[in-house]
């Protein structure tokens, strides 16, 4: 596992499955259906499909282009194929590695759930207080944590095809399954089908400019774009592989859950009298524990949907820890082993004093000063960690991703490696348009939104 010879996927369903695990995230299961319920139903779904198509799938074959050509973490890649652009994969490596700080912490807090619905324990009655107390608790959340984390190390230790791509081919699979369970039972309950109206008829009264703000900047979050993940575990791939098939393959798979997901929550969600709420996590942790307490058997279904969810989030932190390690791994030389621990210790480290900022009796955490929009507001380290790199650094990657490709490297020599050993490049006159011109602009509308320079 240490010496020099790169890891490869054993076969193109394990590069798809894995690929699609990090799509598949916390994402996917409640901020989408939340979006979707805010923004129209129906008309979200539209508007979401045709960026996913539009500007998700040019982004994505420009990212898995990138890594398949040089075979090199995200740094490296940059690095071979033009020097001054090796900051991109730097800030592409970094935005991955801060963000899997707070997502293992929010993992952990899954583990917790799944072991409270399944020994039985209850909320108390009031989800919100339950949570709430869990999350500011101290101790226990960094627990909880650390068993994220070691999860997420060991899986990635074992490396691509003997740790990522085995846990993708069981866990995948598994979650479209416990999915389509508890859509079903969603859909089935008394009142549902309001939910479903509300979820599929659209209103397109309610589309704005910032549906089409937050649609694009879901589809970059759940397609994990713009932090050189897709770069990765391009680069892991066979050259006979069709670059451009997997570009739609992986968005459709992370768009087809995302829509069952809506149908999984938003029809209990109306059975029962909630709404969605805006946080992920507050619609996570606090409404649909909720919903399950109000339904029969909240065990059953409360255990099977944080199984479901601890599997969505498991392959998204193996994929963030794996953008870091294999850096440091090739680029340092340290190997996987050597790898794994480091980057796993600091990110654990970094990963408890964000749990910890949450509350307990550290909450001289909550220093942190940051410019927004209106002034400078103070956050704790949690929100640090969580607001700024998917907001800022994200859409500067993928933006600097399609200018790279479209006015330095240059669409031919892409096209050249995506249509290597006779592979056909599907919509190839489009992309070339999208990553020259559409993307990158769409992109830089989301940045100058996320950072409150536009207003919609
Ligand atoms: N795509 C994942 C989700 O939807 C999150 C993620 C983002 C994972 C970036 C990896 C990289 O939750």
């Known amino acids: 596992m240490d010496n020099q010879k790169r890891g490869q996927w054993a076969g193109n369903i394990g590069f798809i499955l894995a690929a699609a695990g990090s799509a598949v995230g916390l994402g996917n299961l409640v901020k989408f259906p939340y979006l979707a319920a805010k923004h129209g139903g129906g008309a979200f779904l539209l508007i979401y499909l045709l960026i996913v198509v539009l500007i998700g799938f040019p982004v994505m074959l420009a990212e898995l282009t990138i890594g398949r050509k040089t075979n090199k973490n995200e740094i490296g890649a940059f690095r071979q194929l033009n020097k001054k652009f090796t900051w991109v994969g730097a800030l592409g490596i970094l935005t991955g590695f801060l963000i899997n700080c707070y997502y293992c912490v929010i993992g952990g807090w899954t583990i917790k759930y799944l072991i409270t619905y399944v020994t039985g324990a209850n909320f108390g009655g009031d989800t919100d207080a339950f949570f709430g107390n869990f999350i500011s608790s101290g101790l226990q959340p960094v627990l909880f944590a650390l068993v994220f984390f070691v999860a997420t190390g060991f899986i990635v230790w074992k490396g691509v095809a003997g740790g990522i791509e085995k846990a993708s081919k069981f866990m995948m699979p598994a979650l479209a399954i416990l999915l389509v369970i508890i859509a079903i039972r969603s859909c089935t309950l008394p009142g549902?089908?309001?939910g479903i109206k509300y979820y599929l008829i659209p209103d397109f009264s309610k589309i704005t400019g910032g549906t089409f703000i937050a649609a694009l900047a879901q589809a970059f979050f759940s397609l994990s774009l713009g932090m050189g993940i897709m770069v990765t575990y391009g680069s892991y791939l066979s050259n006979k592989e069709n670059l451009a098939k997997n570009a739609l393959i992986v968005p459709a798979f992370d768009t087809i859950i995302?829509?069952?997901?809506?149908f999984a929550v938003l029809p209990a969600m109306f059975a029962t009298g909630y709404e969605p709420a805006a946080s992920t996590v507050g619609s996570l942790f606090v409404i649909m524990p909720g919903v399950f307490d109000k339904l029969p058997l909240p065990f059953v279904f409360g255990s099977l949907f944080f199984i479901l969810v601890i599997f969505a989030a498991l392959t998204s932190s193996i994929s963030l820890m794996e953008g870091t390690v294999a850096y440091v791994s090739e680029e340092w030389k340290l190997g996987r082993t050597k790898a794994v621990l480091l980057v796993g210790a600091v990110e654990t480290v970094l990963g408890i004093l964000a749990s910890l900022s949450l509350g307990g009796n550290i909450n001289w955490m909550n220093w942190l000063p940051t410019v927004q929009a209106g002034g400078?507001?103070?956050?704790?380290?949690?929100?640090?960690?969580?607001?700024?790199?998917?907001?800022?650094?994200?859409?500067?990657?993928?933006?600097?991703?399609?200018?790279?490709?479209?006015?330095?490297?240059?669409?031919?020599?892409?096209?050249?490696?995506?249509?290597?050993?006779?592979?056909?490049?599907?919509?190839?006159?489009?992309?070339?348009?999208?990553?020259?011109?559409?993307?990158?602009?769409?992109?830089f509308i989301i940045f100058l939104s996320g950072i409150g320079v536009i207003n919609f």
Do not use: Q
Request: net charge negative; with cysteine; charged share 20%.
């Open 258 to 262: 995302a829509m069952t997901a809506g």
């Open 192 to 194: 549902a089908i309001e």
């Open 376 to 443: 400078i507001k103070m956050m704790s380290f949690f929100d640090f960690l969580s607001e700024n790199p998917d907001k800022l650094f994200m859409p500067i990657g993928a933006m600097m991703v399609c200018i790279f490709v479209g006015w330095f490297w240059g669409l031919d020599k892409a096209e050249e490696h995506i249509e290597s050993e006779g592979n056909k490049f599907i919509l190839k006159g489009y992309w070339r348009f999208a990553v020259k011109w559409i993307a990158p602009i769409a992109i």
